[in-house]
């Protein structure tokens, strides 16, 4: 015989709880993130426990190897959970499809109790036929749902097979361990005043309600994987940081008023206020995004960024005479996103066949002719350098300028071309032959000069 009592006494209760429930079927989109996210920091901001609970009683969803993807992206987010499948907790089990005896024996209590009934081998709740039931949400306020509206038709508790629906599991399972603040998207508000009443058949505590708007793609559609919209693992893919990706996601309908953005996690956690979500969907824009990322990057230690580029610089640079932490250095406030480096570096081991024209500028006042007579002058300033470096290679540049009685521009502009064939690189030419080294920058330096003698 089912122990009622043994399994209620292990109840936590006093401290806030709350929990992240999803369905292992497949990758985590950015909704789901948002929910996990402020799920942990209801609970951290209280210094309270969050839960991760495994919901995978519809098997017919179920995807091999997707709790796994769970645990990693939640962990590489840095939202850990202080009891779940893997690191226990005092309500186990922690993954539905272990708990079937569970709720075989809380439906049939329900039937006794008044709250549910048989309907061949299915047990269904059993809703008022007449008045109303009212339920309170944090975010929405309270909300009256006729009991003879569609919603709130006698749904099924536990099905033939002897499976909970998601209804039915999630207050049996809320209740026995001990969740004080359920957060759920806004598709699942219609279904609330069904979960008061099973609550109230079976006497218990109802949880905190905290319903989260949807993220939109546009004003009309849903972020949806199905449609292409980026799951977090396609946003890391893209290039985008972890802590960037955390940070934008949180502000996804969630306001900590005034002017700050940027926080990293743990001041989340300090600031997060359930009374800052917004009842209005929130629109996921990725130039949004990428503007944070690019904070991110700029924010980040040179021996930190130079370690996280360096994959992506080696997808251009093969040549191994180049410094990794000197191209690191030359991109890390040039690139909003890390898949933009190999694109910005394509220069580096080879120059493109490049127009000539590209030396026609008319803010550096520069043209074909002026840049070679440019290029010949520089050469051998160039070639008298013993210590190569950037700042060196400025002072000569510009010492050069002003024996010409010309702005820097006319020397850094055509020297710029000559070392990368590129109107836009990742930074200028003093800092690209610093990158490139003596020997390199001379012999491009050289191969420009060719180029544009053969237009005179």
């Not at 093969?318 to 990794?324: C, G, L, M, T």
Request: hydrophobic share 40%.
């Amino acid at each position: 015989m089912f122990d009622f009592t043994d399994i209620e006494s292990k109840i936590p209760h006093g401290a806030v709880r709350t929990r992240f429930a999803p369905s292992p079927t497949g990758f985590m989109h950015v909704g789901g993130l948002r929910t996990a996210l402020y799920t942990y920091l209801i609970a951290k901001k209280a210094g309270g426990t969050f839960i991760l609970r495994i919901e995978d009683t519809d098997q017919a969803r179920f995807v091999e190897g997707a709790t796994e993807i769970i645990y990693s992206t939640l962990r590489g987010a840095g939202i850990d959970w202080d009891e779940g499948p893997d690191v226990g907790g005092p309500t186990p089990p922690y993954i539905q499809s272990e708990r079937r005896e569970i709720y075989e024996a809380y439906a049939e209590k329900l039937v006794e109790l008044g709250g549910a009934y048989r309907d061949g081998d299915a047990i269904r709740q059993k809703i008022p036929k007449e008045g109303s039931t009212t339920f309170h949400d944090v975010v929405f306020g309270d909300i009256t749902v006729p009991n003879d509206s569609p919603s709130m038709n006698a749904g099924v508790l536990l099905k033939s097979d002897g499976l909970p629906t998601y209804n039915f599991a999630n207050v049996i399972d809320d209740h026995l361990m001990g969740i004080t603040h359920v957060v759920r998207g806004s598709e699942y508000l219609s279904s609330d005043a069904k979960y008061d009443l099973l609550y109230n058949a079976f006497g218990w505590e109802i949880p905190t309600y905290v319903t989260v708007s949807p993220v939109m793609r546009d004003a009309q559609h849903k972020l949806s994987k199905r449609n292409g919209d980026p799951t977090y693992e396609d946003l890391l893919a893209q290039g985008y940081l972890t802590e960037a990706i955390v940070n934008y996601v949180a502000l996804l309908g969630w306001s900590p008023g005034g002017e700050r953005e940027i926080f990293n996690l743990a001041e989340l956690a300090e600031v997060f206020d359930i009374r800052g979500i917004s009842k209005s969907p929130a629109i996921f824009d990725i130039a949004k995004l990428r503007y944070f990322n690019a904070e991110y990057i700029r924010a980040l230690a040179p021996e930190k960024f130079a370690a996280l580029a360096e994959p992506y610089i080696r997808q251009a640079v093969k040549s191994e005479s180049v410094n990794i932490a000197d191209i690191a250095e030359l991109i890390q406030a040039r690139c909003e996103v890390l898949t933009d480096i190999p694109g910005k570096l394509d220069f580096i081991d080879v120059v493109s066949d490049y127009n000539t024209e590209l030396y026609i500028h008319k803010k550096s006042k520069t043209d074909e002719k002026i840049s070679l007579d440019v290029l010949n002058a520089i050469r051998p300033e160039l070639d008298a350098i013993t210590d190569w470096t950037r700042d060196a290679i400025a002072a000569t540049c510009e010492a050069l300028a002003v024996k010409l009685d010309a702005k820097n521009a006319l020397v850094m502009y055509p020297l710029r071309i000559a070392v990368s064939g590129k109107a836009v690189t990742p930074g200028g030419a003093a800092e690209i032959c610093a990158v490139l080294g003596k020997a390199e920058s001379l012999k491009r330096v050289d191969a420009a000069i060719a180029k544009l003698e053969e237009i005179k």
